[in-house]
């Protein structure tokens, strides 16, 4: 079952040493693990995943995107966001997506004030990663967190081709879902789609449908059943790959392995 994992954090493990990302990644191919995306989020991360990106370049195995994520947003954004382009023009392999970049209104501070200051600064970040993943004709991976329909409204205005956006991570309604489709945007779904409180994430990957589907870890968070509470790795997409197929859409294994890596490949362009 060859499978793909759009979204996963490798710096979780890299950062660890020794053989802690190795064996990652040979256990993530044990589970039938194809390919992953590890996202970047902020100039800490990004030329590690190039330098593992062009590691890995003669099996494909891993993948890089680059971008801001929210909660890395600071004062001085614009200095980190200048240096983004220069992965397209610079030394290969390029990043296959912007992102992950968006908004998040969950890991504001308390202080009303400061809160306000934050997603202002998070407002102009994602406005101008927006205005780059359009120049440079990306794939646009999407964090949004308590600010889905100010998302929406932002990639509206952006003038994005909508279907190379992906809103990672989905754990809206059928409602919001209805809202990426008929724009032609997709959601990808973690290990939250199995989690027996999620039935309104189940209902939303049902109404977008097999033949959009793509699944992901957001490794080393959002593990899913049946190791819910450790930390999260790709070869865990398998787990929930397997529950989306039995549970969610009662196909084969393997006729959902074979979709989401369709999808995820021609999204991305792998």
């Given amino acids: 079952m060859g499978l ?47 330098a593992l990106a062009q590691a890995h370049a003669a099996t494909g195995l891993v993948r890089y995107s680059v971008g801001l994520h929210p909660c ?6 614009a200095v980190a966001l200048a240096q983004v382009e220069g992965f397209w023009q610079g030394a290969a392999p390029r990043p296959v ?31 101008e990663g927006l205005a780059l993943a359009k120049r440079l004709a990306c794939p646009v991976v999407v964090h949004s967190r308590g600010a889905f329909a100010e998302c929406v409204a932002m990639i509206d205005a952006s003038g994005v081709d909508w279907t190379r956006v992906v809103f990672h991570c989905f754990t809206e ?22 989690y027996k409180s999620a039935e309104n994430v189940r209902a939303a990957a049902r109404a ?37 197929a039995r549970e969610v859409f009662g ?7 074979a979709v989401t890596s369709a999808n995820a490949r021609r999204f991305f362009g792998l």
């Fill in 4 to 50: 793909i994992d759009t979204h996963t954090h490798l710096e979780s493990f890299a950062r660890q040493g020794g053989t802690v990302l190795g064996d990652a990644l040979a256990r993530a191919q044990a589970a039938g693990v194809e390919a992953m995306i590890t996202i970047g989020t902020s100039p800490d991360d990004w030329t590690l995943y190039r």
């Fill in 72 to 77: 890395a947003v600071e004062g001085d954004w």
């Fill in 97 to 127: 997506a912007l992102g992950e970049i968006g908004l998040d209104r969950f890991h504001l501070p308390k202080d009303a004030a400061e809160a306000e200051r934050i997603f202002a600064w998070q407002r102009a970040a994602f406005a």
């Fill in 173 to 194: 309604g059928v409602a919001e879902m209805a809202e990426l489709t008929r724009r032609g945007g997709c959601g990808s779904f973690t290990g939250v789609l199995t």
């Fill in 208 to 244: 977008q449908g097999l033949a959009r589907l793509m699944v992901e870890t957001d490794a080393p968070y959002l593990t899913p059943m049946p190791h819910r509470g450790k930390p999260n790795e790709p070869a865990f997409v398998r787990h929930t790959a397997e529950f989306a």
């Fill in 251 to 257: 196909v084969a294994d393997a006729e959902l392995a």
